[in-house]
T-cell receptor, first 111, second 115 residues
Framework: GENVEQHPSTLSVQEGDSAVIKCTYS??????FPWYKQELGKRPQLIID?????GEKKDQRIAVTLNKTAKHFSLHITETQPEDSAVYFC??????????FGDGTTLTVKP | EAGVAQSPRYKIIEKRQSVAFWCNPI?????LYWYQQILGQGPKLLIQ????????DSQLPKDRFSAERLKGVDSTLKIQPAKLEDSAVYLC?????????????FGNGTRLTVT
């Protein structure tokens, strides 16, 4: 089955700096890669996603890149703000809709 | 649109007891998922339904866990008997598009504590 590894497990940055979270996956059949943000005690919520036919996607301060050959994808957050502090999960999804999640990255943005 | 509804929000039981969780997906969402999220880990898929049929239950511990989705809408996940290691948040999610993978919409989850 699919295996997703996510790094780092914790990340601390100063407000205004950039943050990068990286994930690798094992199953070349995975073709959809969403990122979810989970604040303490709340539900995971989609923040950005990318499909396998696209190499990069950007939405304001958030961007995702995908390297299909190397089977890795990354989340980039620029100009970080304290409200970006949360746990971020990557996932690799098959066409059948099965999502395998990484173990999460706890991002702390210090004011 | 109304989100994914789950109940109860919290549940505390003793080991060997049984427990049931309920989920109502977003209206029109054909696919429903149950995930188990242990503290400090990512969600792990237990079972995936499409309408009222099971698509994937390969990671469901079938000796103690069962799930059903009658009439292709609401779903119930049951654990009987519960073990200490079942302590986790149980997340229900639904998605709209069937033909291609699409974002998951999660409920607020049920936090289960087994003592």
């Amino acid at each position: 089955g699919e295996n997703v590894e996510q790094h780092p497990s914790t990340l601390s940055v100063q407000e205004g700096d950039s943050a990068v979270i990286k994930c690798t996956y094992s199953d070349s059949a995975s073709n959809y890669f969403p990122w979810y943000k989970q604040e303490l005690g709340k539900r995971p919520q989609l923040i950005i996603d990318i499909r396998s036919n696209v190499g990069e996607k950007k939405d304001q301060r958030i961007a995702v890149t995908l390297n299909k050959t190397a089977k890795h994808f990354s989340l980039h957050i620029t100009e970080t703000q304290p409200e970006d502090s949360a746990v971020y999960f990557c996932a690799a999804t098959s066409n059948a809709g099965k999502s395998t999640f990484g173990d999460g990255t706890t991002l702390t943005v210090k004011p | 649109e109304a989100g994914v509804a789950q109940s109860p929000r919290y549940k505390i039981i003793e080991k060997r007891q049984s427990v049931a969780f309920w989920c109502n997906p977003i209206s029109g969402h054909a696919t429903l998922y149950w995930y188990q999220q242990i503290l400090g880990q990512g969600p792990k898929l237990l079972i995936q339904f499409q309408n009222n049929g099971v698509v994937d239950d390969s990671q469901l511990p079938k000796d103690r866990f069962s799930a059903e989705r009658l009439k292709g809408v609401d779903s119930t996940l049951k654990i009987q008997p519960a073990k200490l290691e079942d302590s986790a948040v149980y997340l229900c999610a639904s998605s709209l598009i069937v033909a291609i993978a699409s974002p998951l919409h999660f409920g607020n989850g049920t936090r289960l504590t087994v003592t």
